[in-house]
């Protein structure tokens, strides 16, 4: 067995955070700067600049992204021959609430609800845990922005559902973001499981890169499809019109019932934060 | 580029067209959910609101805490659907202006239109390069909310977009 400390636990959360609210993801970035490339009209032009802008200057200057610095959402794959020294949940919660306090980054999660009384605070987070195997431990956190999460759905299509019904829930859900959850897009998507697994998936859809499509062939065929629907809708940058609403479509799968077919999308925005480390 | 000073009284702004960008110098306030939700309330009461918001700027904001040395941190719009419903009653008591992302109601288009006001956008998630333009940085009331504070901003060539003019032109109609 393996002991990975809380320290080591906590010091790679602290680095993570301020990696993934500061740093803009390198295939979200290079991502972009193609999309600006392609875009013709001032208004697109002129927005996807300011993305890019905005990415130097929060690395430089140690400011957030975005000041919606998300819900964090943080992913533990533990092998199964490490041991923890300490509750998993606590260590990360702690370490999170101090790195987001130092960084001076923002208070976002309402302790109550239902009936909004208590004053903003950096925790908890979303943890989740898998148990994998080996002895390491590797931590993924997504800071993950309520514009865009306000836009996820999820629906128990037909096991019967064709392919061309699919891809419609996607791009109306895209149709109904609009212009507000700051496009250009990215599209997670699950399909498969459970209503609440196919939910999951869609969220672990963003931490793929975006540089590639999706392992499988016919499912990166899919993506690539719904990705051209999706632009054909010209929302465009800020909703301002243009070649780009989303950059990329990632699907994650997993197997399900023969009665059912659940579908998930969670839309990123186009700050897409997530870092990861393997300890 | 336009640029635009001061208070934006309903003559300052008649001809500013959806699709206009705008730089603005001036004074605005922050406010979002929890803030309007309250501003609503007051009104409904009767009650004078902690701010005079006659001919006032608001935008849709909950900034990043300042570092040492700063004066905000990143500070970009939020989506101001959910504003909506709360927008017309402040429209109808003077509200000039409003800085936010995305879309707005039917009901929010008729009220720019009937009290000749306008709905700006700005960068959208664009936070840190937006933090550049705020100079001074005051906290007016309803401290208790954290980031939903409402606080005074005092902002130099601050980029606007116009969305949504006082015709009723609106930039995210298709
Ligand atoms: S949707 Fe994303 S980019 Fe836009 S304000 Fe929210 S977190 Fe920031």
């Known amino acids: 067995m393996r002991k990975i400390s809380a320290k080591l636990i906590s010091e790679t959360v602290d680095k993570l955070v301020i990696k993934a609210n500061m740093s803009l993801r390198p295939d979200v970035l290079k991502a972009l700067k193609t999309a600006l490339s392609q875009e013709k009209t001032n208004a697109a032009r002129n927005a996807l600049s300011a993305i890019i802008k905005n990415a130097s200057i929060a690395k430089k200057e140690k400011l957030a992204i975005c000041q919606d610095t998300g819900i964090p959402i943080i992913f533990v794959e533990i092998g199964n021959r490490v041991v923890v020294g300490g509750n998993i949940s606590d260590i990360i919660n702690v370490a999170i609430a101090k790195s987001y306090s130092k960084a001076y980054l923002r208070a976002s999660i309402q302790a109550d609800p239902v009936f909004r009384s208590k004053k903003p605070s950096y925790t908890p987070g979303i943890v989740h845990t898998d148990i994998v195997a080996g002895d390491k431990m590797r931590i993924t956190i997504l800071p993950k922005g309520f514009g865009s999460e306000n836009k996820a759905r999820v629906k128990m299509l037909n096991p019967t559902a064709s392919i061309k019904q699919i891809e419609d829930f996607i791009v109306d859900s895209v149709r109904i973001a609009g212009a507000n959850a700051c496009p250009p897009y990215i599209i997670g998507v699950g399909i498969g499981g459970t209503q609440d697994l196919a939910g999951l998936l869609a969220k672990k859809a963003l931490l793929r890169s975006i540089a590639k499509g999706n392992r499988d062939k016919k499912i990166a065929l899919l993506e690539k499809g719904i990705l051209e629907k999706i632009n054909a809708l010209k929302i465009g940058p800020f909703g301002l019109g243009g070649k780009n609403t989303a950059l990329a479509v990632n699907i994650q799968t997993y197997p399900t019932h023969i009665a059912g077919l659940p579908i998930a999308v969670n839309i990123s925005c186009h700050a897409l934060r997530s870092a990861s480390e393997i300890l | ?174």
């Open chain 2, 1 to 174: 580029m336009k640029k635009l000073n001061g208070i934006l009284a309903k003559n300052k702004i008649k001809d500013l067209r959806c699709g206009q960008e705008v730089l603005y110098t001036g004074m605005i306030y922050t406010a979002r959910d929890q803030a309007h939700k309250r501003f609503s309330e007051m009104l409904r009461k009767g009650k004078k609101l902690p701010v005079d918001i006659k001919e006032q700027i608001i935008y849709y904001c909950g900034p990043n805490p300042a570092a040492k040395g700063k004066v905000i941190g990143s500070c970009g719009p939020t989506t101001s659907s959910r504003m909506d419903e709360l927008t017309p009653v402040l429209l109808k008591n003077g509200l000039r202006a409003m800085i936010g992302k995305g879309e707005r109601s039917k009901e929010v288009v008729a009220a720019i239109k009937q009290y000749k006001a306008v709905y700006f956008t700005t960068y959208a998630g664009c936070g840190a390069l937006l933090s550049g333009r705020v100079k001074k940085k005051k906290t007016v009331c309803f401290k208790d909310l954290g980031a939903e504070a409402v606080f005074a901003l005092e902002v130099e060539d601050f980029p606007l977009i116009v969305a949504i003019d006082a015709c009723g032109g609106n930039i995210y109609d298709k």
